[in-house]
């Protein structure tokens, strides 16, 4: 990854932009409250969005907005380079908000979902 970062940074849009990466050592996910005002937004738009109507929609049926996700997922982890300071990567798949959406609503979600996404992957 820090080669990947370096290579864009001397290359530009010319670098590589998908790779797979060796870690030293398992990732770590991590699970973070995303910011309020950010949240504000998105349901905002969520909103609008499903009040807007199409040429397609039956007027008569109401559309349930988007589901704006509350958290941030990202695997923190050091790559292979000797002076690697350590990465933090956001996960944008839509499997680890299913992931997300199947086990919400246990007790014990976050340790489900690192258990599916560390350990199992």
């Not at 970062?5 to 973070?32: K, W, Y």
């Not at 933090?88 to 340790?111: G, H, N």
């Amino acid at each position: 990854m820090c080669n990947l970062r370096a290579a864009a940074v001397v290359h530009g849009q010319d670098a590589q932009s998908l790779a797979v990466v060796r870690a030293r050592s398992i990732p770590e996910l991590l699970i973070t409250e995303r910011d309020p005002e950010q949240l504000t937004r998105w349901r905002s738009r969520a909103e609008a969005f499903a009040n807007q109507v199409s040429l397609f929609d039956d007027p008569d049926v109401v559309r349930q907005p988007m589901d704006v996700i509350p958290w941030r997922f990202q695997y923190r982890y050091q790559c292979l380079a000797k002076s690697c300071p350590g990465h933090r990567q956001t996960i944008i798949d839509w499997e680890i908000v299913t992931l997300w959406r199947k086990v919400r609503d246990s007790a014990d979600w976050q340790d489900k979902m690192r258990q599916k996404s560390v350990d199992e992957l």
